[in-house]
């Protein structure tokens, strides 16, 4: 009996049972498009650089290089390989591998070494003597020598083991991917950054322009009051203007401040020492194509998927881990080596010894412990398979927004410079026609407002263009798959874990 158990155990352990439910990869998703409306991000103005999506496209790993800006892409480049939090993520997927690694141990025997000397001292109690005893002496002080090799070993019957490697393989795979999305966030967050500064620098200079515009209209306010064409109404209400233009700049110095600060913390400097250079729009390249993966291969080129789909693996293995923690465990211990009296008499003959054991073990009442690990372990599989489709339905939302965004940009972008060319020269002619006597001040005054407003939305939908087209490579994914510097997951690992 005991040898039929023994190769049933065996042929269970080598012929790839294991208990639990196998995790199979959700089919692609087959969409016709992420938008309910067919969309083309087209400007509607000839001063207006045109974007066009190019469906089925893909992503270029080092997408920001699109941007023809050396000094944005030194930004990133640096910030990618100094950043310490993307560091951080680098270790922890490091310490995940190792961890399955060390969990693949468990499908090796167990062996393990001992050796120790002994020195003893037995008295005649202890050898059951009360008195001492003619010709024998009082104590008996003797020594042993041993040493010993040991082997250990579970038959993986119920697939504990390799479930146990299968979530650990998982969870490695989900820190990869953490990874990969930390760098896909960081690269898309220090180009909005670098773009963000650039726009904050025009927004700057522009205020500083109108500013200068201001006091000239100011001086020209003043002299018409002195002439009697203005009154003191319309030189306080100048000053006020010239005040308030002027307080504007405060804020945008800070903001651009802040900006570098961040941007000096994405490459890993501290903001005295990072010595970032100074960007503009202008040196920026708009990217005139835009790919647009096809829907049903967002789920794989999406790091955030990726890992929720990695996280449901795992918890799919732990209900595994689970079930095989109900069942009998077969283990086989054994052990050799020698105790002589003398250290020399070490492995020779009369001096060996060796014992065999054979341990089948399992729980009997466990208070429902196991049984409720067990369930507790189903309701975390399905809460990650819930967690997964809702980052899914997230990512198609976020592109989806994306695109609409884009095009939207290039409307408001052609509304914008339109509206800041009227109102240019609308404020032109008002100051002219104010200086000849023709024009009341508060028709200087609105047209100042309306030219400063244009002036200020006009770069703003510029840079936001430049910010949406980032978010687009980072919401198809950021190009990983097609980088190296950091690889991507080897294709089919967790599949070869499967039974």
Not at 25 to 47: C, K, S, V
Not at 110 to 130: A, E, I, P, T
Not at 232 to 241: H, K, L, R
Not at 384 to 400: F, I, L, M
């Amino acid at each position: 009996m005991r040898r039929k158990v023994s190769i049933i155990c065996m042929a269970c352990a080598l012929g790839g049972c294991a208990v639990g439910p196998d995790f199979h990869p959700p089919a692609p998703i087959q969409l016709a498009g992420y938008t309910a409306q067919p969309l083309q991000a087209a400007a509607h103005a000839a001063e207006v650089q045109p974007q066009l999506f190019a469906a089925g496209h893909d992503v270029a790993g080092e997408w920001w290089g699109l941007f023809r800006s050396p000094l944005l892409t030194g930004l990133v480049v640096e910030a990618l390989a100094r950043n310490p939090s993307l560091e951080a993520s680098r270790q922890t997927l490091r310490q995940a591998e190792e961890t399955t690694l060390a969990a693949e141990g468990g499908y090796f025997p167990q062996l393990s070494y001992n050796g120790n000397r002994l020195r003893q001292k037995v008295s005649l109690g202890q050898l059951g003597l009360n008195s001492p005893v003619k010709g024998f002496p009082t104590s008996e002080q003797y020594s042993i020598y041993t040493a010993q090799v040991g082997v250990n070993y579970t038959f993986d019957v119920w697939g504990q083991t390799r479930r146990t490697v299968e979530g650990d393989a998982a969870l490695a795979e989900s820190k990869r991917f953490e990874l990969l999305g930390a760098a896909n966030t960081l690269a898309a967050n220090t180009a909005n950054a670098a773009i963000n500064a650039a726009a904050l620098e025009e927004e700057i200079a522009a205020e500083q322009k109108l500013v200068a515009a201001e006091q000239r209209l100011l001086t020209t306010v003043r002299r018409q009051f002195e002439l009697g064409g203005a009154t003191g109404t319309d030189v306080a209400t100048q000053e006020t203007q010239l005040a308030n233009t002027e307080a504007l700049v405060v804020p945008l110095q800070t903001q651009l401040t802040q900006t570098r600060d961040q941007l000096a913390a994405y490459i890993g400097r501290a903001p005295s020492e990072a010595d970032i250079p100074p960007i503009t729009l202008d040196e920026l390249t708009l990217p005139g194509e835009l790919p647009v993966s096809l829907p049903s291969s967002l789920v794989e080129q999406r790091p955030d998927v990726r890992d929720a789909q990695a996280q449901w693996h795992a918890a799919t293995a732990q209900v595994g881990v689970a079930v095989a923690n109900r069942l009998p465990q077969f283990t086989l211990a054994a052990t050799g080596g020698s105790a002589p009296a003398t250290f020399g008499q070490l492995f020779t003959p009369g001096n060996g010894f060796f014992t065999v054991t054979t341990q089948i073990a399992g729980p009997i009442f466990e208070g429902g412990t196991l049984l409720h690990q067990q369930r507790a372990a189903q309701a975390a599989m399905r809460a990650a398979a819930a967690t997964y489709a809702n980052v899914v339905v997230g990512a198609y939302q976020n592109v989806a927004d994306v695109l609409t965004a884009l095009t939207n940009d290039a409307q408001a972008l052609s509304a914008n410079d339109t509206a800041a060319r009227a109102a240019a020269r609308s404020l032109s002619l008002a100051q002219l026609q104010y200086s000849a006597g023709g024009v009341a001040y508060p028709i200087v005054l609105t047209a100042q407002t309306q030219y400063q407003q244009a002036v200020i939305s006009l770069i703003r939908a510029r840079a936001a263009r430049y910010t949406d087209t980032v978010a687009l490579y980072a919401a198809l994914g950021g190009g990983w798959w097609n980088r190296k510097d950091i690889a991507p997951p080897p294709e089919g690992l967790l599949r070869s874990l499967l039974p």
